[in-house]
């Protein structure tokens, strides 16, 4: 008899949950078509958005980040709702709460990943560099080609690709060598002891400045400095800039150009670069410095 019993209220219930299953599922599916609909509002709006910030700003990682959350916002609220319609209202209470508890979970487990997204946020609204500008970071030096919330991406010069974690940026110190497009470039020039310092400072500025892509006004100016006194030269350091976002072989290329053009000016003036004197020293018994001249030859075998 108990077991009759039983079985009739198991049956009961089914029937009842049943029944309340199918009264549900209206609001089930319509709790089903909100979500989808969720997601393609958001996807839509985060299009929208983020092409209208492209226009207006010409950094990607904000353009990015605003454009995400808005879209995650969204889809947040649509699924809240599609809950409440589908008298699940407790159940999305207790899933913000659970969100939150497992977030700090979660934060202590991965710890660097959060690290290095809180880090992109911070450099999506406050940091050293943009997209294609050369910059070093730590030991790491090349260009910068692409900024997610993760890591930064750097081409070196060599041709490798560096995925920087963001944590590190924020970290170390960041040269950018082309943020404001100028840079100064510097060498050394020896001359001989005799020759007079100030015809060839003189000499080496009309040299400097006369060479294409060298700035030389207002707070980029060029000039030379008497750096040392060698042991068969006056050596002077020569300092000019050049404005160029390419700083690796742009750079290099216009410093190339400028030495040229200064060693022939030198040379044109009458002024010498002398070479290196080499001292030969003669120890202990030592009374001579055993020399051989060897005769050069040509092709045919003989003597030059």
């Given at each position: 008899?108990?077991?009759?019993?039983?079985?009739?209220?198991?049956?009961?219930?089914?029937?009842?949950?049943?029944?309340?299953?199918?009264?549900?599922?209206?609001?089930?599916?319509?709790?089903?078509?909100?979500?989808?609909?969720?997601?393609?509002?958001?996807?839509?709006?985060?299009?929208?958005?983020?092409?209208?910030?492209?226009?207006?700003?010409?950094?990607?990682?904000?353009?990015?980040f605003l454009s995400k959350t808005i879209r995650?916002?969204?889809?947040?609220?649509?699924?809240?709702?599609?809950?409440?319609?589908?008298?699940?209202?407790?159940?999305?209470?207790?899933?913000?709460?659970?969100?939150?508890?497992?977030?700090?979970?979660?934060?202590?487990?991965?710890?660097?990943?959060?690290?290095?997204?809180?880090?992109?946020?911070?450099?999506?609204?406050?940091?050293?560099?943009?997209?294609?500008?050369?910059?070093?970071?730590?030991?790491?030096?090349?260009?910068?080609?692409?900024?997610?919330?993760?890591?930064?991406?750097?081409?070196?010069?060599?041709?490798?690709?560096?995925?920087?974690?963001?944590?590190?940026?924020?970290?170390?110190?960041?040269?950018?060598?082309?943020?404001?497009?100028?840079?100064?470039?510097?060498?050394?020039?020896?001359?001989?002891?005799?020759?007079?310092?100030?015809?060839?400072?003189?000499?080496?500025?009309?040299?400097?400045?006369?060479?294409?892509?060298?700035?030389?006004?207002?707070?980029?100016?060029?000039?030379?400095?008497?750096?040392?006194?060698?042991?068969?030269?006056?050596?002077?350091?020569?300092?000019?800039?050049?404005?160029?976002?390419?700083?690796?072989?742009?750079?290099?290329?216009?410093?190339?150009?400028?030495?040229?053009?200064?060693?022939?000016?030198?040379?044109?003036?009458?002024?010498?670069?002398?070479?290196?004197?080499?001292?030969?020293?003669?120890?202990?018994?030592?009374?001579?410095?055993?020399?051989?001249?060897?005769?050069?030859?040509?092709?045919?075998?003989?003597?030059?």
């Amino acid at each position: 008899m108990n077991l009759e019993i039983t079985i009739d209220r198991f049956i009961d219930s089914l029937v009842s949950l049943w029944g309340r299953i199918i009264s549900q599922v209206p609001s089930i599916l319509l709790a089903v078509l909100i979500v989808a609909v969720g997601f393609l509002i958001s996807t839509f709006l985060s299009r929208v958005f983020n092409n209208a910030l492209k226009r207006r700003s010409k950094d990607p990682l904000v353009t990015n980040f605003l454009s995400k959350t808005i879209r995650l916002v969204i889809i947040t609220l649509f699924i809240l709702l599609a809950l409440d319609v589908a008298g699940l209202g407790y159940l999305a209470t207790g899933l913000l709460t659970a969100a939150g508890a497992s977030a700090i979970i979660v934060g202590f487990a991965f710890k660097d990943v959060g690290e290095n997204f809180i880090s992109g946020i911070i450099l999506a609204f406050n940091r050293p560099f943009n997209v294609n500008d050369t910059v070093l970071v730590g030991d790491i030096f090349g260009k910068v080609k692409a900024m997610e919330f993760r890591y930064t991406k750097m081409k070196t010069f060599d041709g490798r690709d560096v995925y920087i974690p963001n944590s590190d940026v924020i970290k170390k110190a960041v040269y950018n060598y082309t943020e404001d497009g100028f840079y100064r470039l510097e060498f050394e020039v020896g001359i001989d002891y005799e020759d007079n310092i100030e015809l060839a400072k003189e000499v080496i500025m009309k040299a400097v400045t006369a060479t294409p892509d060298v700035i030389d006004e207002g707070e980029h100016d060029s000039f030379v400095t008497v750096e040392s006194l060698g042991v068969s030269t006056v050596n002077l350091k020569v300092f000019f800039w050049t404005s160029t976002m390419e700083y690796r072989r742009g750079a290099l290329e216009i410093k190339s150009e400028v030495v040229k053009n200064v060693k022939n000016a030198i040379l044109e003036h009458g002024l010498n670069m002398p070479a290196d004197i080499t001292e030969i020293k003669l120890y202990g018994s030592q009374t001579s410095i055993p020399v051989e001249l060897r005769q050069a030859k040509d092709s045919s075998g003989k003597s030059k």
